[in-house]
């Protein structure tokens, strides 16, 4: 192999490099969090309504900050009301979508899984999967919770693929009772 092609080998392999690191860069893999974990790994879970959400841009990236009124603690400490942040979301004439982020519209309640972060604001633990939303059935009145996870694809290590699983069309009663049931195994 000539000089020549040795360097147009190098430079077709650098931009095949260059590609994939793009590819990967914008890529979105979550790992499944067990039930447990969640709970392991959130410094408080509560039952929240959203009230708004605010969309900026900052050092070139799009972020999302949406306030929720706390209705109910389970676990840790929360103020009155709480700044949730995550990544993606519309600015002006911009759309950034980050997978497994979840979506928040006003006056909906669900139960998020929360991490402390510097400042006053809160991440969801594992994003989707530590979002459970409420759902009221008009006839009966009865209130049922899903996990977000339970639609997206997510890394399963023990199976080494991609698989849709979570908590789907739990009641109320029911999810409290396992989440205190999980709590109180953590402080035993």
Same mark, same amino acid.
């Given at each position: 192999?000539?000089? &020549? ?14 590609? *994939? ?9 979550? =790992? ?9 790994? $959130? ?22 900050? !949406? $306030? ?6 389970? &676990?840790?400490?929360? #103020?009155?009301?709480? =700044? ?5 979301? &519309?600015?002006?004439? *911009? ?6 982020? @979840?979506?928040?519209? #006003?006056?909906?309640? =669900?139960?998020?899984? *929360?991490?402390?972060? #510097? ?18 059935? *008009? ?6 919770? !899903?996990?977000? $996870? ?6 399963? @290590? ?13 009641? =109320? ?16």
């Amino acid at each position: 192999m000539s000089y &020549k092609d040795r360097r147009r080998f190098l430079w077709v392999l650098f931009l095949i490099g260059l590609a *994939l690191i793009a590819i990967v860069a914008q890529a979105t893999t979550l =790992v499944r969090l067990r039930f447990q974990d969640l709970v392991h790994y $959130s410094y408080s879970i509560a039952r929240v309504r959203c009230v708004h959400t605010d969309t900026r841009m900052e050092n070139g990236e799009i972020w999302t900050d !949406t $306030s929720f009124r706390v209705l109910a603690h389970n &676990k840790g400490y929360l #103020p009155e009301e709480i =700044v949730v942040r995550q990544p993606g979301g &519309k600015f002006q004439h *911009l759309h950034s979508h980050v997978d497994g982020t @979840p979506e928040f519209r #006003p006056g909906e309640e =669900v139960y998020l899984f *929360l991490s402390a972060h #510097p400042g006053g604001q809160y991440l969801i633990v594992g994003w989707a999967q530590g979002t459970f939303r409420i759902h009221r059935d *008009l006839r009966s009145g009865g209130e049922a919770v !899903t996990q977000d $996870s339970a639609e997206t694809p997510v890394f399963d @290590p023990a199976s080494n693929s991609f698989t849709k699983a979570g908590v789907r069309n739990l009641s =109320v009663d029911a999810f409290e009772q396992r989440l205190h049931r999980e709590i109180s195994r953590e402080t035993e």
